[in-house]
């Protein structure tokens, strides 16, 4: 036997509330009980997002909500703007270019984030723009870009601003309507804390002008279809949804709004801050910008004379402990913690105890202790429940 520990920024680790959710037996698609959890997951979704617009929900993994929202807000020979700030807004490069944009990329150096000022430059550069498309947690680096800050200068012009919240919404601060974020897509595994599945977009209502304008090609994910069906009294959704998932993401919901959004993101600020002073403890660099609210993932440079590829082997073979590697240019360069969704004060004593005995195994010189003491002076001072 040996006892497993999910310490990746997603898929992350569900409830017990959550798990049992899962096991109630299937409920009908088309049977008003059904609607009546469709409807609570719309409502606990609007809260979590800080939201009045419309939500759709779609049974694919989140790069599904990815490809929805391109799909239905880009026409083939339309100009984007990308910012990219690590592999997920590589992403947004290669789906905008698959359908048919014409895409200008602003690319930053990974670890970094996106800066707004270029960003209203490039939209007066090029007045055509219809759409912008950044990450506001790139799990890949470990930065959170600021979609506020975005937001007010993309509201100013015709173009739409599309971000893809999918390790950040519930675990760092977004407030999709005072930031002005006009389609934002989430997925169910990380903070949402339930099982792979649920992709989620949040429209408001200038997103749907472009959309319904919209001559591109679509079906499964057709949000004027999705909208028709899921809003009203009888809501449901067009196609077959992943029942039990959103039976369990109502379970998982409950939990976030019993311990309340702004505790849930302050217990995530805990754990990053945590996080990042154990990892400086050990004289181990961060690899991205330093920064508060970065609460879904930390991630950290492979020391000098350490083998990158051999770290999460050995946590995951000896430890039982999956710590996330690095992705794209990055891949042996870093490692990573995971802490969006269900995670408290012992996950992260168990990720970074597990960092100390790996690297040393790989023949770093550990100070015993020094990351796991770091992160204890940060929970002793936590003003919520960890
Ligand atoms: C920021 C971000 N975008 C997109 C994705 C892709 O989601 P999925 O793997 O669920 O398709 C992920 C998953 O790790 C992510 O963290």
Redesign the pocket.
């Known amino acids: 036997m040996q006892k497993r520990f999910l310490i990746t ?2 898929p992350t680790p569900v409830p017990p509330e959550v798990l049992s959710a899962l096991a109630e037996p299937v409920v009908h698609h088309r049977a008003p009980r059904f609607t009546e959890i469709l409807k609570q997951v719309v409502a606990g979704m609007k809260y979590i997002y800080q939201t009045e617009n419309d939500i759709m929900a779609w049974a694919a ?4 909500a ?1 490809e929805a929202a391109v799909i239905n807000v880009v026409n083939p020979g339309d100009h984007v703007l990308v910012a990219s700030v690590g592999n ?1 807004g590589e ?1 947004w490069k290669k789906l905008t270019a698959t359908w048919g944009a014409e895409v200008t990329a602003l690319d930053y150096e990974w670890g970094t984030k996106a800066d707004p000022a270029d960003i209203e430059k490039a939209l007066a550069a090029d007045p055509q723009i219809t759409a912008v498309f950044v ?1 506001h ?3 890949s680096t470990g930065v959170v870009n600021d979609i506020k800050a975005i937001g007010e200068i993309v509201a100013r012009t015709d173009a739409i601003l599309v971000v ?1 919240a ?2 950040g919404l519930g675990a760092s601060d977004l407030k999709t309507d005072e930031w002005k974020v006009d389609v934002c897509v989430a ?1 169910s ?2 903070a949402l804390m339930v099982p ?1 599945g649920l992709a989620y977009a949040a429209v408001s209502d200038k997103a749907w002008k472009v959309i319904e304008r919209n001559t591109q090609p679509r079906f499964y994910f057709d949000m004027v279809a999705m909208r028709k069906k899921m809003t009203g009294d009888s809501a449901q959704t067009p196609y077959t949804p992943a029942v039990n998932l959103m039976v369990a993401q109502n379970a998982a919901i409950e939990l976030i709004k019993d311990e309340g959004l702004e505790n849930v993101f302050e217990r995530h600020r805990v754990l990053g801050k945590a996080a990042r002073e154990g990892v400086k403890a050990l004289g181990l660099e961060l690899f991205a910008v330093e920064d508060p609210e970065a609460n879904s993932v930390t991630a950290v440079k492979v020391p000098e004379g350490v083998d990158g590829t051999k770290i999460g082997k050995i946590a995951r073979d000896k430890y039982g402990v999956w710590l996330a590697g690095g992705q794209g240019q990055v891949k042996g360069k870093i490692f990573r913690f995971g802490h969006c969704g269900y995670f408290g004060h012992s996950d992260i004593v168990v990720g970074l105890s597990t960092m100390e005995m790996v690297l040393a195994e790989l023949g770093f010189d550990v100070a015993w202790g020094a990351s796991v003491g770091a992160a204890e002076q940060v929970f002793m001072n936590s003003p919520v429940m960890l």
């Open positions: 920024p997603g993994s989140g790069t599904g990815m997920f992403r990450q947690s790139e799990t893809d999918i390790s997925g595994q990380k792979p």
